[in-house]
């Protein structure tokens, strides 16, 4: 009866000390940011020349200028990531080796006001990914 009364005890305490976890975009409201269009580059030399569109409009509760952020991975190894401020189109890469594989994930970035310490600041789009 010991034993029984301990077994309950522990799957009693695993069920009300389990964390129930929200995915990251059910914690961010409002609307989401549309991603990059017509992501592609160009290679000269030792340097990769990224170009892409932003989205033609934004939600309203966006704040100008938008930021992109770059997520870089080289021979499928994160080699970190770098963001651009004041709506960039374009990012250029040194130094490429024509021996390894990159692959850069482009997400657009937007920061809304917010004064609720609970919820994010920023919003990102979906990522656009190119693979040299």
Same mark, same amino acid.
């Given at each position: 009866?010991? =034993?029984?009364? $301990?077994?309950f005890?522990?799957v009693?305490?695993?069920?009300?000390?389990?964390?129930?976890?929200?995915?990251?975009i %059910?914690?961010?409201?409002? /609307?989401?940011?549309?991603?990059?269009?017509?992501? %592609?580059? =160009?290679?000269?030399? %030792?340097?990769v020349?990224l170009?892409?569109?932003?989205p033609?409009?934004?939600?309203d *509760?966006?704040?100008?200028?938008?930021?992109?952020?770059? =997520?870089?991975?080289? *021979?499928?190894?994160?080699?970190?990531?770098?963001?651009?401020?004041? $709506?960039p189109?374009?990012?250029?890469? $040194?130094?490429?080796? $024509?021996s390894? /594989?990159?692959?850069?994930?482009?997400?657009v970035?937007?920061?809304?006001? =917010?004064? %609720?310490?609970?919820?994010?600041?920023?919003?990102?789009?979906?990522?656009?990914?190119?693979?040299?």
């Amino acid at each position: 009866m010991k =034993t029984y009364n $301990a077994y309950f005890i522990i799957v009693i305490l695993f069920i009300f000390s389990g964390c129930y976890q929200d995915e990251i975009i %059910d914690s961010k409201p409002g /609307e989401g940011l549309a991603p990059v269009n017509n992501l %592609d580059y =160009t290679i000269s030399g %030792d340097q990769v020349d990224l170009h892409w569109e932003l989205p033609t409009t934004f939600p309203d *509760d966006i704040l100008s200028p938008v930021s992109v952020r770059i =997520t870089i991975f080289i *021979d499928g190894q994160n080699n970190g990531s770098v963001v651009l401020e004041e $709506a960039p189109r374009s990012y250029l890469y $040194a130094p490429y080796e $024509a021996s390894k /594989e990159y692959k850069f994930t482009v997400k657009v970035m937007g920061r809304v006001d =917010t004064s %609720d310490p609970y919820f994010s600041n920023l919003r990102y789009s979906p990522g656009k990914t190119v693979v040299i």
